[in-house]
């Protein structure tokens, strides 16, 4: 059964910095695009960062040189370090997987920043 599975949200001060986690199961890890996406209060999903099976990255303008996203192939796991948070960054996280018309998601992890 593929599964993705995100982990490292919480509550943190403006400023602050969180790394997110995304381990894959059942999946051929390597061969997908991964990505983050997220959805804040009354807002529709957006798309954070995604990295290719071979490294390209790519981000929003809106977390650009804070956020790096980044992959281990041999632990089929996503990362997403977030520095230099804003209130505006507070939303639900959810990693995605892609491949062609393929699209697998996580159940989300929260992420909130004081001010």
């Known amino acids: 059964q593929e599964q993705l599975v995100e982990s490292g949200g919480g509550l943190v001060q403006f400023g602050g910095s969180l790394r997110l986690s995304c381990t894959a199961s059942?999946?051929?890890?390597?061969?997908?695009?991964m990505g983050w996406y997220r959805q804040g209060p009354g807002k529709q999903r957006e798309l954070v960062a995604t990295i290719s099976r071979g490294g390209t990255t790519d981000y929003a303008d809106s977390v650009k040189c804070r956020f790096t996203i980044s992959r281990d192939n041999a632990k089929n796991t996503v990362y997403l370090q977030m520095n230099s948070l804003k209130p505006e960054d507070t939303a639900v996280y959810y990693c995605n997987a892609k491949l062609m018309s393929q699209s697998r998601w996580g159940q989300g992890t929260q992420v909130t920043v004081s001010s």
């Open positions: 059942g999946l051929i890890f390597s061969i997908y695009t």
